[in-house]
């Protein structure tokens, strides 16, 4: 008999799971649960800005019960974005009393959604605004020069997001846009002149009723000059053009939802937008950028499967009607552009 071998096994206590001891939770809380509360009560609300972590949310419940609050995100939405146009449900305390804190507990499905990346090779996307359905892009004709290339980054980004484009091109006091509106002839684009003397408030306005039109534009361009006169009381602060550089300076630094009001009845929402001097295009697919120049996607029917309508791209239709004439000096600096995005991606 080996030396560990014992004839008192029978002596020897028994454990089960009873016996094992469990630490104890230092933090005296209950077990984490992946079972979220239904929040049956929720409000529904829509998200007009935000600052730091805090969320001015518009609640509408019918009638004139209508309020803006504050909110914060709740924990369980810590990994999902929620920006400007959002649709989301509130609980805790939403009577917008000063000092109370409202949470946003769901984000509603959006219906779009406008992104813009920091280059062209930067896959991570920044959300502008979400359900928006209009786009107005605000140019100078001087003053900042006009930039054909950010137009053609912004119109690309309006039709990967289903956003209808509309432009405004103001200061023509300063300078004559017809040659910069050429290059956008060949495009479903309603165009509205601005200048020192005139603003066509009543015409951009009545575009405006009924839609969420997220504005976007360079710096200095006089975006929040047109805001602050289609919604008195808006207050947008306003920059100046650097005479040396003749680039703007930021003044708007965060989006913000403002109602536009027709004075009959009909209202709207105007989405302002902090100036930009390059616009991103590393989150759209390549292949719905033909799709923003309608003009050119006609002709590119007949390309053959497959075409990048690269100048180098073999049997390309659209270079075939350059190369014959057919599309005369605009048509050609409408495929130059195109061509340009389109080799971002190659």
């Not at 200095?220 to 207050?235: F, M």
Request: glycine share 10%; proline share 5%; net charge negative.
């Amino acid at each position: 008999m080996s030396w560990w071998d014992t004839d008192d096994d029978e002596d020897e206590p028994e454990f089960d799971e009873s016996d094992v001891r469990v630490r104890p939770n230092r933090r005296g809380s209950r077990p984490r649960t992946k079972v979220r509360p239904e929040h049956a009560d929720a409000v529904p609300g829509t998200v007009l800005g935000v600052d730091r972590g805090r969320y001015a949310v518009l609640i509408d419940e019918g009638g004139s019960d209508e309020r803006e609050i504050t909110a914060a995100r709740a924990s369980e939405l810590r990994r999902k974005s929620v920006v400007t146009g959002d649709h989301v449900d509130l609980v805790s305390d939403t009577t917008g009393e000063p000092g109370t804190l409202a949470r946003i507990v769901r984000i509603g499905e959006r219906s779009t959604l406008l992104r813009r990346s920091a280059d062209d090779t930067d896959e991570v996307e920044r959300i502008i605004v979400a359900n928006a359905d209009q786009m107005l892009i605000v140019v100078a004709a001087a003053n900042p020069e006009p930039r054909i290339r950010l137009v053609d980054r912004y119109l690309v980004a309006a039709f990967d997001a289903g956003i209808q484009p509309l432009l405004v091109i103001t200061k023509t006091d300063l300078a004559d846009p017809a040659e910069f509106l050429e290059n956008f002839a060949g495009l479903d684009l309603p165009v509205f002149r601005s200048s020192t003397e005139r603003m066509p408030l009543e015409e951009i306005t009545r575009a405006l009723i009924g839609h969420r039109t997220v504005f976007v534009g360079h710096s200095g361009v006089g975006k929040s000059t047109l805001v602050n006169a289609l919604v008195p009381g808006a207050d947008r602060a306003i920059g100046r053009v650097n005479e040396v550089t003749g680039r703007g300076r930021h003044t708007s630094s965060s989006t913000v939802s403002l109602r536009v009001e027709d004075g009959r009845g009909g209202t709207g929402w105007v989405i302002d937008t902090p100036g930009v001097r390059s616009f991103g295009l590393g989150h759209v697919d390549p292949a719905n950028i033909l799709g923003a120049f309608t003009d050119l996607a006609r002709i590119a029917e007949n390309c053959p499967r497959g075409c990048t309508h690269l100048p180098d791209a073999p049997d390309c239709a659209m270079n075939e009607a350059v190369a014959a004439g057919e599309l005369g000096e605009t048509g050609r600096a409408r495929l130059d552009s195109l061509q340009r995005l389109l080799a971002t991606f190659a």
